[in-house]
């Protein structure tokens, strides 16, 4: 406490200092040389004339007037600029006696009319800061004729991109990357950054993306998006492009995708399909990621999971074998002025993955310990279609009218065949065979329509949003399964279950918000909301015995509950922001008075509450400079129980494992605080990227787990008052680049952990989890002639439960990973990377895990625009994957082996065609 007293003391008495030190002004007015017209709007930088990082910038008024005070002393450069203008560069220095600089009348001159009888064609200004937007100009870059956007993004002061296409900005990840300003296939940045022509690029724009609400009112929310905007040359925005790209592989492996595009000024329009059973279920780098990476990541319930596999809908996690088929199409357009606008993306696949596995599990009970060891067959099947859209009017100079809808059909199929072991400490208890095969159709939909209107009174708004969403899951299963149970290891009795089960779940929201916000002073503002939201869900799940052989109409009561659940809140809230030069305040409130009605048709029964939900919050940003800034956050939220965990009913396709709702949960309220610091100076280079978290829950809803002696287990939610689950995690990443040796060195440092509850057996037990972990990374990039990746992190792990007989989880590891890109004579390429993974054994798990996956590619090119390519690619060199992964959540620790990809060779054709305005490949 002493230690973080001082520090505070020292920061504050700094921050002190260095505003009184902050005395200079520098002033003047902009106009045109020769019309004399003021350049309203113009963008005055303040940079230092020692590294030419930003001090400050500001606007011209509409009088074409300048003012920057609070500067400190010291040497300057003014930089104004004004599009289609030349740069006024400038040099001035502020000291004691000379605290004031007025620089008069500054004249503009048109670079159409400067040296006009003289054509002088100079180096594009590399770098603009306007604003919030740091904006690169693509023809200060090279650029060869065969190069992508990707190549392009590469050359750009703090922005790296790793093999597999994610990008970082500034020390942060960039999660959009937009076209002229437009979404392009929306969540798949790829698609823009790995097919676009770099040649095609005019300028490219790096800010931070406002929420819609935030962007109209001036009133910063806190949601921020990194984002990129690719601006295309006018004479690129007409022509057709894309890519093939086809090939066979070893053991029956295949991969082909096409992608086309096709634009016409402020008209795209673009479609993809891909057809692959390596992995590949789109365009996007974070599906090949999913398919090979492994990590060790902890949960939000006290878990450390280590991990390579999964299933999750149309994602490839790399267990089993899958067969993937997508495609999807995008427009976008503009017209009438601008007025209107739309965007729409429609997508469909489907994933088939087969495979087995083995998972045996540990639970840590107080006087012993049970263990299950599982063989599975599965089979796996979903299809997918998806169509999505935004349209966008703008009224008049001061309304707009944005509607958004997205609807889904999902169809899905799952084969399950289990053979099962369990026992206590080394006595046999049960052995069971389960056989489910489940069909699930869904349908989702989602609408909403977003109006704003600004008043007279500047900073006078009013803003309405609707939407809607529903979502309706119907699903049928035949369970049949047999389980032998034993008594001091010897038969005792069989419980053979064979049923039809039926449930369908729906939920239905309708939600509506207004907004004022109301001009307090120039820089103190005030926004009321209300709102009206209706939550309707309704779960009716039927279990059947057989009455006669092959007819399932015979009613499981314990198993079947038709259960309704409806909520109607009326919702207000309050927001004071304040907005200064450097400084921004939002603080606020919101209460809901929720209606709970909970009715179970099936009995008869009804329960109904009244409660108050609240969700209090505060932001607060201050900006040292135009790239340093510091924020802080809090919110707070009530969360409700779910309808599953609510309702009083055994769920589950094991009845060795079983759920039960449990009707009397009471909301939870979670409290969340978050630290944000990011500095980075563009000259140099060098980002500083700090983050902070910790929140913690009062009320919550845990885990309440009760063992039979037979094996079997009992699942139920319920609420622990008394306690507070928690979790922090802190980063931090400094990056620079070393311009001697022309090359990046990043280093970063991570904890995180968590305490968590649950109840075994009737005695509470907390789980304590925490991970620590440092990094080095290094990078070198020359345009086609090579990009070169490493990156070094050690990590250690704390995992401990309170429940006697338990062990810890403490253990070291270490990631090391590497990737290589080298252009060789002759036009071939040759990429290489490799990740290796070691976890050492715990007292959990009592061996070491290592792993080792190295893959490679030559690229031959042909023609004279690079753009026929034939690729040699091998996966898992090594053939060291193994489809391995542990895990361990509270008292209970899993190890998974399942089949998976190993080592394939794959043999691939690609072709680019291009003809856009200008381009030279017209094949």
């Not at 009438?336 to 606008?341: L, P, V």
């Not at 419980?495 to 103190?524: A, H, M, W």
């Not at 005695?763 to 990078?779: E, P, R």
């Not at 023609?863 to 959540?889: C, H, I, M, P, W």
Request: aromatic share 12%.
């Amino acid at each position: 406490m002493r230690f973080t007293i001082s520090v505070l003391v020292i920061l504050l008495t700094n921050t002190f200092c260095s505003v009184a030190q902050k005395t200079g002004t520098v002033k003047g007015t902009v106009a045109d040389s020769a019309s004399n017209i003021k350049l309203y709007n113009a963008s005055v930088s303040v940079l230092n004339e020692k590294d030419s990082t930003l001090v400050t910038f500001t606007r011209v008024a509409g009088d074409g007037s300048f003012t920057i005070n609070n500067l400190p002393q010291g040497r300057f450069i003014m930089l104004i600029t004004y599009p289609e203008y030349a740069d006024y560069v400038d040099q001035f220095k502020l000291d004691s006696v000379k605290p004031e600089i007025n620089l008069g009348h500054i004249n503009m001159t048109l670079t159409s009319k400067l040296l006009a009888e003289v054509i002088v064609k100079a180096k594009p200004v590399a770098i603009r800061i306007k604003g919030d937007t740091t904006e690169f100009d693509a023809g200060a870059y090279v650029i060869q004729p065969d190069s992508k956007v990707e190549d392009l993004l590469k050359q750009l002061p703090g922005i790296q991109v790793d093999k597999d296409g994610k990008i970082t900005a500034q020390g942060e990840k960039v999660n959009k990357v937009l076209v002229d300003g437009e979404e392009f296939f929306g969540d798949d940045p790829t698609l823009v950054t790995k097919n676009l022509r770099a040649d095609m690029v005019d300028k490219v724009q790096l800010y931070d993306k406002k929420s819609d609400q935030a962007t109209f009112t001036g009133i910063d929310d806190g949601q921020k998006t990194k984002t990129i905007n690719i601006k295309l040359k006018e004479d690129k925005k007409k022509g057709t492009f894309g890519k093939i790209d086809a090939g066979p592989g070893t053991e029956k492996f295949y991969q082909g995708q096409i992608i086309y595009n096709r634009f016409n000024a402020k008209q795209k329009m673009s479609a993809y399909g891909t057809i692959a059973n390596t992995g590949k279920t789109g365009l996007s780098w974070e599906d090949e990621n999913k398919a090979v990476g492994s990590n060790l990541q902890m949960s939000d319930d006290g878990g450390m999971y280590y991990y390579g596999q999964g299933w999750d809908d149309m994602t490839y996690f790399g267990e089993g074998i899958p067969i993937a088929r997508t495609g999807g199409l995008h427009y976008d357009n503009k017209w009438d002025e601008d007025k209107h606008s739309i965007n729409t993306n429609y997508k469909l696949g489907s994933l088939t993955v087969d495979g087995t596995k083995n998972i045996i599990t540990q639970n840590n009970l107080p006087q012993s310990v049970l263990r299950n060891s599982s063989d599975q067959i599965f089979h796996n099947f979903v299809f997918r279609q998806k169509l999505d859209g935004v349209y966008q009017l703008k009224i008049d100079t001061t309304s707009n009218l944005k509607l958004s809808f997205d609807g889904t059909f999902k169809r899905s199929q799952t084969i399950n065949s289990v053979f099962a072991e369990g026992y206590r400490n080394d006595t046999l208890l049960n052995r069971s065979a389960n056989n489910v095969l489940s069909n699930a159709n869904q349908r989702m939909f989602n609408a909403s329509a977003f109006y704003t209107k600004k008043l007279k009174k500047k900073g006078r708004t009013i803003s309405v949003n609707l939407s809607q969403s529903f979502n309706e899951r119907t699903e049928k299963d035949s369970l049949k399964s047999t389980i032998d149970f034993y008594r001091d290891g010897k038969p005792d009795r069989e419980q053979v279950n064979d049923q039809f089960r039926r449930n369908d779940v729906t939920f239905l929201s309708v939600n509506s918000n207004i907004t004022y916000t109301e001009p307090i002073t120039p820089k103190l503002s005030l926004a009321l909301s209300y709102g009206l939201n209706l939550n309707n869900s309704s779960s009716d799940r039927r279990t059947f015995n057989q009455s006669l052989p092959g007819k399932y109409d015979a009613v499981v009561d314990s198993l079947t509950n038709d259960y309704k659940l409806n909520q109607l809140s009326n919702q207000g809230g309050a927001t004071f922001n304040y907005r200064g030069q450097k400084f921004t305040a939002n603080i606020g409130t919101r209460a809901a008075a929720v209606n709970f009605d909970q009715k179970d048709l099936f009995s008869g029964t009804t329960f109904k509450r009244e409660f108050i939900n609240w969700f209090p919050n505060a932001y607060f940003t201050y900006r040292f400079s135009q790239r340093k800034s510091l924020s802080i956050y809090y919110n707070g939220s009530t969360n409700q129980p779910s309808i599953n965990q609510i309702q009083p009913v055994r769920t589950g396709n094991d009845f060795l494992n079983l759920t039960l709702g449990n009707p009397d949960l009471t909301p939870s309220f979670t409290n969340n605080f978050s630290a944000y610091f990011n500095s980075y100076k563009v000259l140099s280079e060098t980002s500083l990227y700090l983050r902070g978290n910790y929140s913690f829950t009062t009320n919550p809803i845990v885990n309440n787990m009760n063992t039979n002696e037979d094996g079997s287990s009992t699942y139920q939610a319920v609420n622990l008052a008394g306690k507070a689950p928690s979790n922090f995690s802190v980063y931090g990443n400094l990056q620079r680049k070393i311009k001697k040796v022309d090359m990046y060195v990043g280093l970063n440092a991570s904890a995180s952990g968590n305490t968590y509850y649950n109840m075994v057996n009737g005695l509470l037990n907390t789980t304590n989890a925490n991970n620590y972990s440092a990094g080095i990374f290094l990078g070198k990039y020359k345009m086609k002639k090579y990009d070169i990746n490493a990156s070094f992190n050690p990590t250690y792990t704390i995992g401990r439960s309170s429940l006697p007989n338990s062990v810890n989880n403490d253990g070291k590891g270490y990631n090391a990973s590497a990737s290589a890109m080298v252009y060789l004579p002759f036009k071939i390429q040759l990429q290489t990377d490799f990740n290796y993974t070691f976890q050492a054994k715990t007292a959990a798990f009592d061996n070491n895990f290592d792993q080792f996956l190295w893959n490679a590619t030559i690229t031959k090119s042909f023609l004279k625009e690079n753009n026929l390519k034939l690729a040699l690619a091998g996966y898992d060199l090594l053939n060291q994957k193994t489809g391995f992964s542990r895990n361990s959540v509270n008292n209970s620790i899993t190890q998974t082996r399942a089949t998976t990809i190993r080592r394939l060779f794959l043999f691939s054709v690609i072709y680019e065609f291009n003809k856009m305005g200008g381009a030279k490949n017209t094949n």
